[in-house]
């Protein structure tokens, strides 16, 4: 099963969200900004980066998918694991 989702939905409440086994994803909040050379408005957004280092399991993701899927924690493990693997 795929946690692409998961992941998405996590980022855009977290900062920082933990894959055990294959690393973190860390958000940066962009303000909204106005480019007068232009003349256009951007809004709001999030930079996105990866540091393969942070793979230590936090329970972040695992237990938005036991919840979101009506999983037991245990059984969320493994879709992680199994998504990793």
């Keep these: 099963m795929a946690i692409e989702r998961e992941i998405r939905e996590l980022l855009h409440e977290h900062d920082l969200v933990i894959v055990p086994g294959f690393g973190g994803l860390l958000g940066q909040r962009r303000a909204a900004r106005i480019d007068e050379a ?8 999030k930079d996105i980066s990866f540091n393969r280092q942070l793979v230590r399991n936090d329970g972040l993701l695992s237990d938005h998918i036991a919840s979101r899927r009506g999983l037991l924690h245990a059984q969320a493990v493994e879709v992680v694991d ?3 693997g």
């Design 38 to 45: 232009h003349r256009l408005i951007h809004p709001p957004s």
């Design 82 to 84: 199994r998504a990793v």
